[in-house]
């Protein structure tokens, strides 16, 4: 009995040898290219796993350079090119019988062009281009943007999105990725399925909208537009008109100035150091309201009601409606169940 379980016993290790041993996958480059397009303006770019990384071209040429990695020696693996107007780059792999396999490309673009580029799981990085449109497109990859001027276009299932330093209209739309949009020239519109949204240091409109996910908005000079089914919206240090609507989610504005139009189902409405530049309009069903208004009591009219709660405006209070004040500015307050206080 001891020498069978001797002999087991070296059976198992020589089985754990020879996994080690078939895991250290050995992977050799299987193709490349290395090119040079003139006379292009668009680009079609279609490489699945490989990574890619853009810059500016110092000519009026697309510079194409690119190697695929595998465990599999095959010629099955190719860059397929098409040097027509739009040229297009993609890529041929073998249907089966690898186990790992990756690519990199690096690709210098001129000025004036568009690129349009598809990818599943590589990592996208453009830097330092000048009048470009880029329109990406990935369903797990990556995707990072520092400092371009042009139109950018970013489409991701699952990828964090971080965009820095970017001037001119962006457009971000994830499921489940993060997006992170800092220091940015120009209109800026962001979707999101379940992946938070955060935004700070924008000269331009912002627009947001969101399913279950939450929202920091913060440093916007220009008008700001969020809508979110179940999230919070936080919106800081911004001048601009402010049009919220949530469901099921808070909503908090702090040093903010300009219109105020917020409406909400379930969830409480707070704002601190609030300067409104015209009449506002602060609604919720089952939420509160609780908003500290900088401009003097003279400038406002409030116009409030409720179906059941006390209502409360610069220390004078009343359950269910209160009207007061002479001035140009309407604080319109709206509740159903929820208490309401400005001070």
């Known amino acids: 009995m001891r020498l069978k379980n001797i002999y087991c016993i070296v059976l198992l290790l020589l089985s754990f040898s020879f996994i080690s041993v078939n895991s250290q996958t050995v992977v050799s480059k299987v193709a490349?290219?290395?090119t040079l397009l003139s006379n292009i303006q668009v680009l079609d770019l279609d490489i699945q796993f490989c990574k890619i990384d853009i810059t500016q071209s110092t000519t009026n040429s697309f510079s194409i350079k690119g190697t695929l990695?595998?465990?599999?020696?095959?010629?099955?693996?190719?860059?397929?090119?098409?040097?027509?107007?739009?040229?297009?780059?993609?890529?041929?792999?073998p249907?089966?019988?690898?186990?790992?396999?990756?690519?990199?490309?690096?690709?210098?673009?001129p000025k004036n062009v568009v690129v349009n580029i598809k990818t599943t799981s590589g990592l996208v990085h453009a830097s330092d281009l000048n009048q470009t449109t880029l329109n990406i497109s990935t369903r797990s990859?990556?995707?990072?943007?520092?400092?371009?001027?042009?139109t950018v276009s970013v489409e991701s299932a699952s990828g964090v999105i971080r965009s820095s330093n970017v001037a001119g209209d962006l457009q971000v739309k994830t499921k489940s990725g993060a997006q992170f949009?800092?220091?940015?020239?120009?209109?800026?519109?962001?979707?999101?399925?379940?992946?938070?949204?955060t935004i700070s240091d924008i000269a331009g409109g912002v627009k947001t909208e969101s399913t279950v996910a939450n929202q920091t908005i913060q440093r916007v000079q220009g008008n700001i537009h969020s809508k979110a089914v179940n999230?919070?919206?936080?919106?800081?240090?911004?001048?601009?008109?402010?049009?919220?609507?949530?469901?099921?989610?808070?909503?908090?504005?702090?040093?903010?100035?300009?219109?105020?139009?917020?409406?909400?189902?379930?969830?409480?409405?707070?704002?601190?150091?609030?300067?409104l530049t015209g009449s506002s309009l602060f609604k919720?069903?089952?939420?509160?309201i609780k908003m500290q208004i900088e401009n003097s009591t003279d400038l406002l009219t409030f116009d409030l009601q409720s179906?059941?709660?006390?209502?409360?405006?610069?220390?004078?209070?009343?359950?269910?409606?209160?009207?007061?004040?002479?001035?140009?500015?309407?604080?319109?307050?709206?509740?159903?169940?929820?208490?309401?206080?400005?001070?």
């Not at 990859?141 to 371009?148: E, K, M, P, Q």
């Not at 949530?246 to 601190?272: E, P």
Request: charged share 20%.
């Open 69 to 93: 990695m595998s465990d599999k020696l095959s010629e099955e693996y190719k860059f397929v090119l098409s040097n027509s107007n739009p040229a297009t780059l993609s890529l041929k792999t």
């Open 141 to 150: 990859g990556n995707v990072d943007l520092t400092t371009i001027n042009g």
């Open 32 to 34: 490349s290219i290395d």
């Open 284 to 288: 919720t069903t089952e939420g509160k």
């Open 181 to 197: 949009i800092d220091k940015h020239v120009g209109k800026v519109n962001c979707e999101s399925t379940e992946g938070d949204i």
């Open 95 to 109: 249907a089966s019988g690898w186990q790992s396999h990756h690519g990199e490309l690096v690709l210098e673009v």
């Open 231 to 275: 999230g919070n919206i936080k919106i800081s240090d911004s001048n601009g008109n402010i049009e919220v609507v949530t469901f099921a989610g808070g909503i908090k504005l702090y040093k903010t100035t300009g219109i105020a139009n917020l409406q909400s189902t379930i969830g409480d409405q707070v704002g601190g150091r609030i300067e």
């Open 307 to 343: 179906t059941s709660a006390y209502i409360q405006a610069r220390g004078t209070s009343k359950k269910k409606k209160l009207k007061m004040g002479k001035g140009s500015i309407v604080v319109q307050g709206m509740s159903t169940t929820g208490g309401q206080v400005y001070n």
